[in-house]
C-alpha cells in the first residue's frame, strides 16, 4: 500500500502535497504494472475521467498529459 494515494477531488497526493499522480506513484505505478502497459493505461484512464468530473474547470489537456501522458 502506498501513502501516495490521490485526496479527492482536488486531487492531490496525500504522500507529499503534489499533483496527483506525483512522481513518487508514478515510479510505482510503473513497478506494478511492469509487463502490463495497458492495465496500466485503462487504471489511469479510469482516474482521468473521475478528476475530469471533480475538476471541470481544468484543460482537458493540462488532465490528458497528468494522468496518461507519462505512460510508457
Not at 496525500?14 to 499522480?21: E, F, L, R, T, V
Not at 512522481?23 to 492495465?39: H, K, N, Q, V
Request: hydrophobic fraction near 40%; include cysteine; aromatic fraction near 10%.
Amino acid at each position: 500500500m502506498t501513502a501516495h494515494g490521490p485526496v479527492m477531488p482536488i486531487w492531490t497526493c496525500a504522500g507529499c502535497g503534489s499533483s496527483w499522480p506525483c512522481r513518487t506513484r508514478r515510479r510505482e505505478l510503473l513497478i506494478e504494472y511492469e509487463g502490463a502497459p495497458i492495465s496500466l493505461s485503462i487504471y489511469m484512464a479510469s482516474h482521468l475521467v473521475a478528476a475530469t468530473q471533480d475538476m471541470g474547470w481544468a484543460p482537458a489537456r493540462d488532465l490528458h498529459r497528468r494522468f496518461l501522458g507519462w505512460l510508457p
